[in-house]
């Protein structure tokens, strides 16, 4: 069993900054990637960013060069670090892992909670 546990969502204005983490516990084995997803209402849910247990990153068009993904392994925690907030990216952000949970090689996806940002002035 594992959990992820996102933190760091709230109001902020548009041009302002914040950061997102998630903290992956339980049985883990290993983690394969990690990565940020969002919903906004009556939106699907969509890949914001992602990066893999090697530190290789992929991020949506919408948010290169303005957000950046990075990981604690010993922590077995994703941060996602957002500047130059627009408003269109209000949404509820998820996080997401792919988490090898034995020596069996049973790779498995996990979502978190999800955690609200809103940018609005």
């Known amino acids: 069993q594992v959990q992820l546990v996102e933190s760091g969502g709230g109001l902020v204005q548009p041009g302002g900054s914040l950061t997102l983490s998630c903290v992956a516990s339980?049985?883990?084995?290993?983690?394969?990637?990690m990565g940020w997803y969002r919903q906004a209402p009556g939106k699907e849910r969509d890949l914001v960013a992602t990066?893999?247990?090697?530190?290789?990153?992929n991020y949506a068009d919408s948010v290169k060069g303005r957000f950046t993904i990075s990981r604690d392994n010993a922590k077995n925690t994703v941060y996602l670090q957002m500047n130059s907030l627009k408003p269109e990216d209000t949404a509820v952000y998820y996080c997401?892992?792919?988490?090898?949970?034995?020596?069996?090689?049973?790779?498995?996806?996990?979502w978190g909670q999800g955690t609200q940002v809103t940018v609005s002035s």
């Open positions: 997401n892992a792919l988490i090898t949970i034995s020596i069996f090689h049973e790779d498995v996806t996990y």
């Open positions: 990066i893999t247990s090697g530190g290789i990153t």
């Open positions: 339980g049985t883990i084995f290993s983690i394969v990637a």
